[in-house]
């Protein structure tokens, strides 16, 4: 979708959100003349030009219903859901060690549908690999074969190949490569937890608890969304005198509170900001981008009932962290020992500062021997990474830098098309 003759213009308020919280929002894009589909559109194609309509966005209000009645409903739909999607064939599994690749599979077995193989895979440090050890204990109750998929052996050769391959939309999924490849391999259909977590359980619950949306108080919500970024404060490391204009933090800030005004209305404002952005626009990349059309992958927790129950239950319900916790250990209490991967502590120390080393001289020789022209960069990103190793707290700032810079050079070669070809 790129022009093959010249530049491509940036969306600078949107890279200004996207560089500190991983993620755009709504239908953008790096590229000011390129937009994500919206919601429920239908893109039409005929002699009179090319239409787009949408419903907007989908955001119920909260009802009446009881807690009692919000757990129920979503064990009951979710089991709808599942049914629905019930494989004809035999296939496997992937399967972390969290919530919602868990409902999924024990839905599954209950069915009498069990996969022929569960399989997880392996993510990048300071990750402890808690995953595939709770995915294993839990394959082992059911009685079913596990196999632990390798991570890629180097993260930035990983990243290289899939921001691309994900249309630059996220800096996440590069870990999946592997296993999405075994999949392709052993199973024409397979599933995925997408959308669970932001749903039922939010992983930024602690957040979404510690600030109550308030419609009066958005710039301040903003604010407090951009200092929880992924990034931090280490971001303008990376900026020289021309980009920290154009992507300036009161321009994130501008662009968020557009942003954060439209789930006004929805059960949980801050649980429909993560889903409708964090979800659709970054995590949704890996399975659907990274994947092809050979493996059909089945999402049950976006079948269109249970989203339109887990959309309105009451915030109330959800900000405690357990909604789903309490949903599995009521459908299935034989398994509610059984802890979740996300309590195990990450990983310090040589192995990680090893890892991190090992990027950077990927990233240096790749520069040298490949990328010549990374060097020469107006805005030299590499140059300030570099810079970014000294002083106190380097290690976890160069850290946090790589991919974003990496992420930044890649944008430069597609947008300027210098050589005759996209880096």
Known sequence: MLPDDGPAELDHDALAVFLRLGFFLAEDTAFAGIHALPPAATLTWDTGGTRLRSAGLPCPGPTGMTEEQAVDGFIDLFRASVARRAPGEPYELPLSGGRDSRHILLELCRLAAPPRRCVSGSKFPPDPGADARVAAALAARLGLPHTVVPRPRAQFRAELSALPAQGMTTLDGAWTQPLLAHLRRHSRVSYDGLGGGELAQNPSVAFIRAHPYDPSGLPGLADRLLDAGRTGPHLEHLLGPRTSVLWSRQAARRRLVTELARHADSACPLSSFFFWNRTRRSISAAPFALGDGRLVTHTPYLDHALFDHLAAVP????????????????????????????????LHGPPLVAHRLAYLLRFLAHAVAVEPRWWRSPDRFLQRLLAAGRGPGAPQRVSRLQPLALYLLQLEGFATRRSGHRS
């Open 315 to 346: 915030r109330r319900f959800l900000v405690d962290g357990t909604f789903h916790d309490r949903a599995l250990h009521r459908a299935f209490p034989e398994h509610a020992d059984l802890g979740f991967a996300s309590s195990a502590p990450q």
